[in-house]
């Protein structure tokens, strides 16, 4: 383990369903993201939370709804996915400098 | 024009052989380069990192970093099957905030 969990590993639901991504981490870091990993393109900077508040917003649509209840909890929550939002979606946390720990990700299916 | 650019690849070599892999980049402002492994089904790990220009050496693994031409490098030497994963280079810049810009990856396969 990386010292960021996320679950579920894997996550295969329906355009209509309603799921929840979560990410935990407790390296003490401030800062905390979603990032969202397809064949063949540079990973994408979805969300980031720095002490809790949201920072950035990549112009994410909105069937995708981030919350960071505190500084360890990152959550994702999924609602009336597409098939192409299917893909590998990382958490990582970190603060300024370099570089950020990786979750082992969620590999989403949408049928 | 992509601000990372990097060659997906695959790339194929023997044990043994001293690996190359590069990312060229257009945005001048960046200062802090790194170098990510990611296994498969597993998520991106802090291989290398460097600040401004220069090269940063570890073990098997050097990183390079040439600002004049916007490229940076990770070689890696006496390559090992072990080290068949895809390399994901990533940089910022001082006044971004937290936001890393990475590249595609390169998938590299080391072959016994």
């Known amino acids: 383990e990386t010292g960021v969990t996320q679950t579920p590993r894997h996550l295969v639901m329906g355009m209509t369903n309603k799921k929840s991504l979560k990410c935990e981490q407790h390296l003490g870091h401030n800062a905390m993201y979603w990032y969202k990993q397809s064949a063949k393109k540079p990973l994408e900077l979805m969300f980031v939370y720095s002490l809790e508040e949201r920072v950035e917003n990549n112009s994410v649509p909105s069937r995708f709804s981030p919350e960071c209840p505190n500084s360890s909890h990152l959550f994702l929550h999924l609602h009336t996915l597409q098939p192409e939002d299917s893909a590998l979606y990382l958490c990582?946390?970190?603060?300024?400098?370099?570089?950020?720990?990786f979750g082992s990700g969620t590999r989403l299916t949408v049928v | 024009q992509k601000e990372v650019e990097q060659d997906p690849g695959p790339l194929s070599v023997p044990e043994g052989a001293i690996v190359s892999l590069n990312c060229t980049y257009s945005n001048s402002a960046f200062q802090y380069f790194m170098w990510y492994r990611q296994y498969s089904r597993k998520g991106p790990e802090l291989l290398m990192y460097t600040y401004s220009s220069g090269n940063k050496e570890d073990g098997r693994f050097t990183a390079q970093v040439d600002k004049s031409s916007k490229y940076i490098s990770l070689f890696i030497r006496d390559s090992q099957p072990s080290d068949s994963a895809t390399y994901l280079c990533?940089?910022?810049?001082?006044?971004?905030?937290?936001?890393?810009?990475f590249g595609k990856g390169t998938s590299l396969l080391v072959t016994p």
């Open positions: 990582a946390s970190g603060g300024q400098g370099f570089g950020y720990t």
């Open positions: 990533a940089m910022r810049d001082s006044n971004s905030g937290y936001a890393l810009n």
